[in-house]
């Protein structure tokens, strides 16, 4: 490394400073827009001593001269968590979600948006979610799980289980709320169905929901279709061949729109969009052969949906009519990411005419935006101060296989002089993929001097659903061949020093780590977080193991050979590169042992290793404190092993 380069590592800004900064990030989210696209409400996460705080929240409104009120169920400034909005159909009222009177039981409440009155609706004791209005206005339905506090999904700390195992699941069940006082939550459908999605009818007589039997966090992945009639009369009316979300009916109540496709998380959607009669009959699919993956389904009249997709590595939104055999009409793409919540979506009015979003990049923190589709304008300033701590961002496309692949190669703030060090990114999934986004991990690694690239490999949405199953029965073989194209794409691209090549992933992308580093030395230090080493306890161990039938075909116990195949551990002595293992204690997705299997194992072969545990965390770190070390540690782990000392001031 010459004298020159050492000097712009020294430059780089000390990576707590640019931590400090980006952990100020106002995250934004749960955009919704009244159906006269006068109102638009968000959720905003209060700000802490150590940034914003996952379990503290604000919601905000704005009308159309511009001026924002702060909606809270809370008194005394005390910090709750609140959102999980919904404008009534004449944009005057607001319904949401706080748990002000007890933290961590949301109750539901609705503010008068004309007067500022807020008043509580419900009392119940259990986890609620997702109100929505009825046409008419006059009833409000909500998911309800009963006396359940702690199922509150597995990105969270898992709840600790004892006694008797697994007897009685706790359903998620669809209720409605009546505006009289008396706080009654009135149970739709039957007792044993947990109901992940509905959509009211029309006529506000009906639902269309996504539902299973049995455990709620388990069973997402061989959901059905059901319609839940007046009175509560379920029935199906579709079984999908892979998984099901987004169900809504048509504004004539005639069909009923839904995306199917592989996916690997609840939320993180991705498929082919499908419609239906509501009287029922067989689904056509609207986008087959499309080479972009839709997340999200709006109606916009009787004849047409918006259809939020990801398109290689951008976000999208799309046309589609009901008729003919046209194929989607794009009306934007872009670099960057739009989303009302999860998935890439938007928040409209009536027609369409008026939308609303979170937007963020690689270069621009998130700020909710709105105006026609297309022409959106920033709404907010909360993170008007923030600078991207990196440099250029370019979409990199190579042949791997029969595929064509896309990634992203993010630059350093800073230009080398000489060549530099380079970390790869896995997403997770591995049923998702990388959009330009205000990544903390990617930035903080630009501006350590550091080239980033973040792939799309095989078994991502982007590129239709033939890309999306390409790693179907083959796990870390065909991917890892499309991230290793992936890095010498980026070496001729840019000027990254081949032998200081790092990776690092989370989730999915944590078992790509592990994976990777048992089948090449081509990567000098690896930072494996929520890794997953053995595929064959982990079928046992985790407490969603029905996500992994599509993918192996077989359960472990009637094909052990297809998960040994792809399980890191069965290779574990061929490792060589040094290796950090993070985990949060009570990780639900991915279970503590198999971080702790993968690094006891480097340990007793003598590879350099190092694990650390989050204390009552689960698949997501949500404490701030936490999350910061989680940061620190990656960053120190790379520069501890990729950077190149620096040479004496007289060279």
Known sequence: MTALFAAVLLAAPAPAEVLKSLQATVRLGGVAISRDGKRIAWVEQVRTPDGPSWDESIIQVRDESGAVKHITAATGGKPSDEGDLDFSPDGQSLAFMSDAITPRQPQLYVADLRTGKVQQQTYGSGHMSRPRFSPDGKVIAILYMYGALEALGPLRAAARQTGVVGEKPVEQRLALVLFDGTGTLKPVGPQDLFIYEYGWSPDGKSFVATGAPGSGDDNWWIAKLYAIEPGGKTKIVYEPKLQLCEPAFSPDGKNIAFIEGLMSDAGSNGGDLFVMPAAGGKPRNLTEGYRGSPATVRWLDAGNLLVGMQIEGDSAFARVALSGSAKPVVLWRGPMSLTTGRAISLALSDGGKTSAAVRESFSAPPEVVAGPIGNWKPITQRNLALKSPAGEARSLTWKSDQFDVQGWLLAPLVKPQGKAPMVVVVHGGPAAAVRPSWSEAALLLASQGYYVLQP???????QGEAFTEGNVKDFGYGDLRDILGGVDAALAAAPIDPQRIGIYGHSYGGYMVMWAVTQTNRFHAAVASAGLSNWQSYYGQNQIDQWMLPYFGKSVYEDPAIYRRSSPIEFIQRVHTPTLVLH??????????????????????????????YADEGHRIRKPANARDHAERLVGWFDKHLRAPVPPANQ
């Open 584 to 613: 949060g204690e009570r990780d639900a997705e991915v279970p503590l042992p198999q971080g702790q299997e993968f690094w006891h194992a480097l340990k007793a072969l003598g590879v350099e290793t190092q694990f650390v545990v």
């Open 456 to 462: 799309n490999p095989r078994g991502s949405f982007g």
